[in-house]
């Protein structure tokens, strides 16, 4: 008989990622996020690969409770946690440029304009107006 392994994430509020990403989308002029309908979370315990990963609301549970779009930035603690300030501020812009300009609850994927030149290019800027 298998035993059955239960996992066991924990989840807590990320108000330094929040702070960051306030900087970032400030900085770099990223208007149409409205960061009051975005939450920041930290897990413990993920096996996952990813760093940080970025979730949308729906439009069908929108329309059905009635909700504005809102987006959850989840960053992976043990990847996340370790990285040194330069790649912590590349992954929340890369994170952040999932969010289309409409708002609307869904995700931009890979490709034209979430990619790594992009980001790259972004971080660059953003560290530039963070020195003047």
Known sequence: MRENIVSRIRYEPARDVESLARD???????NWIRLDNVGFIRSHGSRSSAVA???????VFQSAFGLEPLYVI???????????????VEVLIHELLHIPSNFSGGLRPHGRIVNGARVKK???????KKGS
């Open 122 to 128: 972004l971080a660059r800027i953003y560290f530039m």
């Open 24 to 30: 970032i989308v400030s900085k770099l002029g990223m």
């Open 74 to 88: 989840e960053v992976i603690s043990e990847k996340y946690d370790s990285l040194q300030f330069e790649r912590k």
């Open 53 to 59: 990963r970025i979730y949308g609301l729906p439009r």
